[in-house]
């Protein structure tokens, strides 16, 4: 029995659109949720970097592209972007201690987009996902990278844990997925 639901995908294919959609349906009938989204920033029809932006309205930076001196740690870089982990913490942190609170209103769930390379340099959100995969107030609806490369450790966790059903997301079945990912949270909240 699935406790936890992640969609994988190559990059674009549509897995934050569905999410989304997800999330809506979710909402409307009433499950308490809670999380948060990555977002590509442009600027002048350039990719800039990636915001995180909470369910509730919060919004900070994950990655810039360059050396912006504004960002502290040079060494967490992937590409051209260099990761603001002190802001993706303190936007992300809280949200993954709130959505581990028991409120007495049933299992939350949880929206983690994504478990990338980006997120994994922060010690502290691999501690705070693992932490809600192995609790049980609370259903992750995440996404996760297709492999390539190097392995990244928790991906392969995740991916390996019998409790977890993951979609895989393509061009062609996107659009009739969604009716299958909200009934299996639904069914992972039992
Ligand atoms: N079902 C769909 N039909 C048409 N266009 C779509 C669909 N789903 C997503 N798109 C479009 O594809 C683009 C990428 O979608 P989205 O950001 O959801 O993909 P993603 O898999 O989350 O990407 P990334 O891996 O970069 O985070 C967006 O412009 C979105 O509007």
Same mark, same amino acid.
Request: proline fraction near 0%; charged fraction near 30%.
């Given at each position: 029995m699935a406790k936890h639901v992640f969609l994988t995908g190559p990059p674009g294919v549509g897995k934050t659109t569905l999410i989304q959609k997800a999330t809506r349906a979710l909402k409307s009938s009433g499950i308490p949720i809670d999380g948060f989204y990555t977002e590509e920033v442009r600027e002048d029809g350039r990719r800039t970097g990636f915001d995180v932006v909470t369910l509730s309205g +919060?919004?900070?930076?994950?990655?810039?592209?360059g050396s912006? *001196?504004?960002?502290?740690?040079? &060494? @967490?870089?992937? +590409?051209? @972007?260099?990761?603001?982990?002190?802001s993706f913490e303190q936007l992300v942190l809280p949200v993954?201690?709130?959505?581990?609170?028991? *409120?007495?209103? +049933?299992?939350?769930?949880?929206?983690?987009? &994504?478990? +990338?390379?980006? &997120?994994?340099?922060?010690q502290s959100f691999i501690q705070a996902v693992r932490q809600t995969l192995v609790g049980s107030g609370t259903v992750i609806l995440g996404t996760i990278p297709i492999p390539k490369g190097k392995p990244l450790g928790l991906v392969e966790e995740i991916r390996s844990r019998k409790d977890v059903k993951v979609f895989s997301v393509t061009k062609e079945n996107r659009d009739c997925l969604l009716e299958d990912i909200v009934t299996t949270v639904q069914n992972c909240r039992k």
């Open positions: +919060g919004r900070g930076t994950l990655s810039k592209v912006d *001196s504004t960002i502290a740690r040079r &060494e @967490y870089r992937v +590409g051209q @972007y260099v990761v603001d982990l002190v993954l201690r709130n959505v581990n609170l028991d *409120s007495g209103t +049933g299992k939350k769930v949880c929206v983690i987009d &994504e478990i +990338g390379k980006m &997120e994994l340099f922060s």
